[in-house]
């Protein structure tokens, strides 16, 4: 596909061979990150998927927001695969301010709580349960857009436990509160980041999309997961775990996550 006819290549510098002094402690210390770096890559349980029998487009005709519908689609799944909730990440971008970067949403909601058991009930009306989801959906909007405008709590409450560490004062609240551990760690990723490209959407493209990258799991015993919504007609995820942990399988869980979008979609197939 040729770049727009406005395209102008900047200027730039000719690569350069850098040569490093390395002093025999300085090798030492490499080696050893490099045995550290490779066992944990071998505990990396890592499974990408690529859910392409429908995507955002589908999710978009529902009238819900195709971040909050994977979200909840994550914790029927994590709720399917062990039994219980679990403290959840996903990052969201603090762009509107200077300097930037992340605030957390904390997925796993009462609200999400209510609908997932409500999806695990028999006796529930598949009305009841689209209704649980829309209010699921919009707290998770609302958390989201919260997050994105200064008013998450995570970046504050570890700004408040930087300050008690510079005055020498140790909080019993901030240490609980900060230890405890991200079982599942999500976050969305961007496809692109440009405006002069073509439709990602025309059918020509449809088996080019890249799946991105991942990340690792952030508890010995969570789960990592990262996903796309490349276009209107598929998915990519990313799921990590390790392999280490007896309590989780990134391949299992990652079969878990398409059958609870298989479900969440059936609900308004139904209708």
């Not at 730039?12 to 050893?32: C, E, G, M, Y």
């Not at 009462?110 to 529930?124: K, L, Q």
Request: net charge positive.
């Amino acid at each position: 596909m040729p770049m727009p006819a406005r395209f102008r290549q900047g200027s730039f510098s000719k690569p350069q061979r850098l040569v490093w002094d390395v002093s025999a402690a300085l090798a030492t210390k490499i080696q050893n990150a490099m045995k550290f770096m490779n066992t944990n890559l071998q505990d990396l349980d890592l499974q990408i998927g690529d859910h392409d029998s429908w995507g955002k487009g589908f999710i978009k005709k529902c009238k819900v927001s195709p971040d909050a519908f994977i979200q909840l689609a994550l914790q029927l799944a994590y709720y399917r695969d062990s039994g219980k909730f679990a403290q959840t990440y996903e990052a969201s971008m603090t762009r509107l301010y200077l300097n930037g970067r992340t605030e957390t949403v904390r997925s796993c909601t009462s609200e999400a709580a209510d609908f997932v058991m409500a999806m695990e009930s028999t006796s529930v009306s598949h009305e009841e349960k689209i209704r649980l989801l829309r209010i699921a959906s919009d707290k998770h909007q609302t958390l989201y857009r919260d997050a994105m405008n200064g008013m998450g709590i995570d970046r504050h409450l570890f700004a408040l436990y930087v300050g008690c560490l510079g005055l020498g004062y140790e909080s019993k609240f901030l240490k609980k509160v900060l230890s405890r551990p991200w079982t599942l760690s999500t976050s969305q990723q961007p496809h692109q980041q440009l405006t002069d490209v073509p439709d990602v959407n025309l059918p020509v493209f449809k088996d080019k999309l890249g799946p991105g990258g991942g990340f690792g799991p952030v508890s010995d015993d969570g789960y990592g997961v990262s996903y796309m919504l490349s276009c209107d007609s598929k998915f990519f995820f990313h799921v990590s775990s390790k392999h280490s942990s007896p309590q989780t399988s990134s391949k299992k869980f990652l079969q878990a996550i398409f059958q609870s979008l298989e479900d969440l979609k059936l609900l308004f197939d139904s209708q």
